[in-house]
């Protein structure tokens, strides 16, 4: 157990639809990063937060957007779902914002049908 | 973002040795990072290497060439709970304050 937790842990909704992913980080880490893993693409980088603001930008879609609130969860909303939205998506969170071991959640199963 | 490749996949025998393999090629270069992940699992961090050389830990251990752009995860006395994918990672942007560019990871399958 990371001490990361991510609510839900599955999430089956329609194209078109919008969802957001929760994220609390271990106690005392103020980053917080969101990946995306599908099987042909891997594991990617969307974005990370540090203390409240956004920090660092990967392939996140337009359709995607994230924040960190003042109790340093996090939530990542996911609109107009298409069916390639479908994947793992996890949260992770380090003590600080660089170059640290992240320790990551146990991820959120989006299926979009 | 960073180029990662590692191998698809690789098979080893309980006991024995394996050696994964990573090549790289960033944009500033902070370091390279190995992840374990167990299918439908989370991540879990393995090593961090910053300088070249070789760094030791239990069973594991991880070597840095920077010259080379080249890394390797070395695992010994292989067990059946070893099977799992690793996932070599460097930062994102090599800047700083950033995620993590992950290669597609290497499927290690080890038989009895």
């Known amino acids: 157990d990371s001490g990361v937790t991510q609510t839900p842990k599955h999430l089956i909704t329609a194209t078109g639809q919008r969802v957001t992913l929760r994220c609390s980080p271990r106690?005392?880490?103020?980053?917080v990063y969101w990946y995306q893993q599908s099987l042909d693409q891997g594991l990617q980088f969307l974005i990370q937060?540090?203390?409240?603001?956004?920090?660092a930008k990967g392939n996140i879609l337009e359709r995607f957007s994230a924040q960190q609130f003042p109790d340093l969860h996090s939530e990542l909303n996911l609109s107009s779902l298409e069916l390639g939205d479908s994947a793992l998506y996890f949260c992770?969170?380090?003590?600080?914002?660089?170059?640290?071991?992240?320790?990551f959640g146990p991820g959120t199963r989006l299926t979009v049908l | 973002g960073q180029n990662i490749d590692q191998p698809t996949e690789m098979t080893a025998t309980e006991g024995a040795i394996v050696q994964i393999n990573c090549t790289y090629q960033t944009s500033g270069f902070n370091g390279l990072f190995w992840y374990q992940q167990h299918a439908g699992e989370a991540p879990t961090f393995l090593s961090y290497?910053?300088?070249?050389g070789l760094e030791e830990k239990g069973r594991f251990s991880s070597f840095l060439s920077r010259s080379k752009g080249y890394s390797y995860l070395l695992l010994k006395e292989l067990q059946m709970k070893d099977s799992a994918s690793y996932l070599c990672?460097?930062?994102?942007?090599?800047?700083?304050?950033?995620?993590?560019?992950f290669g597609k990871g290497t499927h290690l399958i080890i038989q009895p």
């Open positions: 992770a969170s380090s003590p600080r914002d660089s170059y640290n071991e992240q320790f």
């Open positions: 937060y540090y203390n409240g603001e956004e920090r």
């Open positions: 290497n910053v300088l070249d």
């Open positions: 106690s005392g880490d103020l980053s």
């Open positions: 990672a460097a930062p994102y942007s090599g800047g700083g304050a950033d995620g993590l560019t």
